[in-house]
């Protein structure tokens, strides 16, 4: 397994937050927290931003992608909207997570709940070519559940 290093800058005002980790040797994703100032109600069918307090540099050739905690899913029905959601390595704003209620309850977010995780993934650059026409495959354009349940 190859290992790139990825810059982390805190905000000053999350600067006693600590910084992302895996939480098992085998995790693929690192869980981001929350890094908000008071508790966050975050209402049935509702939607919020919350702040993770990061900044990141990430390399060029990479994304990070930020993708759903399956806890906060299967207890809480806490989902994230644009899942995956892609951290250009041009960016350099601050990380937030936009959670969604998908449950009937109130879920509250605490400062430093793991409310997300990010996976750093490899970008191929590709050249879009105008043809006239496709190769023709055995499924062609059959889709949205064509092949069965």
Same mark, same amino acid.
């Given at each position: 397994?190859?290992?790139?290093?990825?810059?982390?800058?805190?905000?000053?005002?999350?600067? +006693?937050?600590?910084?992302?980790?895996?939480?098992?040797?085998?995790?693929?994703?690192? +869980?981001?927290?929350?890094?908000?100032?008071?508790?966050?109600?975050?209402?049935?069918?509702?939607?919020?931003?919350? %702040?993770?307090?990061?900044?990141?540099?990430? %390399?060029?050739?990479?994304?990070?992608?930020? *993708? %759903?905690?399956?806890?906060?899913?299967?207890?809480?029905?806490?989902?994230?909207?644009?899942?995956?959601?892609?951290?250009?390595?041009?960016? *350099?704003?601050?990380?937030?997570?936009?959670?969604?209620?998908?449950?009937?309850?109130?879920?509250?977010?605490?400062?430093?709940? *793991?409310?997300?995780?990010?996976?750093?993934?490899?970008?191929?650059?590709?050249?879009?070519?105008?043809?006239?026409?496709? +190769?023709?495959?055995? *499924? +062609?354009?059959?889709?949205?559940?064509?092949?069965?349940?």
């Amino acid at each position: 397994m190859s290992e790139i290093k990825v810059k982390v800058l805190k905000d000053k005002n999350f600067s +006693d937050m600590k910084l992302p980790e895996y939480q098992t040797s085998y995790s693929s994703g690192i +869980d981001l927290y929350a890094a908000v100032e008071s508790p966050i109600v975050l209402k049935p069918n509702e939607v919020k931003l919350i %702040p993770t307090g990061i900044r990141l540099s990430i %390399p060029e050739g990479y994304e990070g992608q930020i *993708r %759903p905690r399956s806890g906060l899913a299967l207890k809480h029905s806490i989902g994230i909207l644009n899942s995956p959601g892609t951290i250009d390595a041009d960016y *350099r704003g601050e990380v937030g997570i936009i959670l969604f209620n998908f449950g009937k309850d109130n879920f509250v977010i605490s400062r430093g709940d *793991r409310i997300a995780q990010i996976i750093f993934c490899k970008v191929e650059k590709v050249q879009l070519v105008e043809v006239d026409e496709l +190769d023709s495959t055995k *499924r +062609d354009e059959g889709g949205f559940g064509h092949t069965g349940k």
